[in-house]
Nanobody, 117 residues
Framework: VQLQASGGGLVQAGGSLRLSCAAS????????MGWYRQAPGKQREPVAV???????KYADPVKGRFTASRENAKNTMYSQMNSLQPEDTAVYYC????????????WGQGTQVTVSS
């Protein structure tokens, strides 16, 4: 199963975006999925993870602002991002997290989120 993120765009500080992550196949059996981002000149970093049961965990910078969810019937994961700040500007990716706790090697194109001040 491969994942592809979409839904990025340009938004003013304080605004919101909803990212989608569409899977090429069923995600019902995928235990853990995650959102990541890579800002210019920085390494890719985890943003949020969500289990098949809907349990979520967030990186400190996005806690209280981002909400990850998944809809297995639609083979899609989402990230609702509120109160966006310029430091949230990055390319956002989604991925499957393996049993070793690491994301798969395939990353897809990602989707650009740009937050203007």
């Amino acid at each position: 199963v491969q994942l592809q993120a979409s839904g990025g765009g340009l938004v003013q500080a304080g605004g919101s975006l909803r990212l989608s992550c569409a899977a090429s196949g069923s995600i019902a059996s995928i235990g853990v999925m995650g959102w990541y981002r890579q800002a210019p000149g920085k390494q890719r970093e985890p943003v949020a993870v969500i289990t098949s049961g809907g349990t979520t965990k967030y990186a400190d910078p996005v806690k209280g602002r981002f909400t990850a969810s998944r809809e297995n019937a639609k083979n899609t994961m989402y990230s609702q991002m509120n109160s966006l700040q310029p430091e949230d500007t990055a390319v956002y990716y989604c991925n499957i997290i393996g049993s070793n706790g690491r994301p798969n090697d395939y990353w897809g194109q990602g989707t650009q989120v740009t937050v203007s001040s």
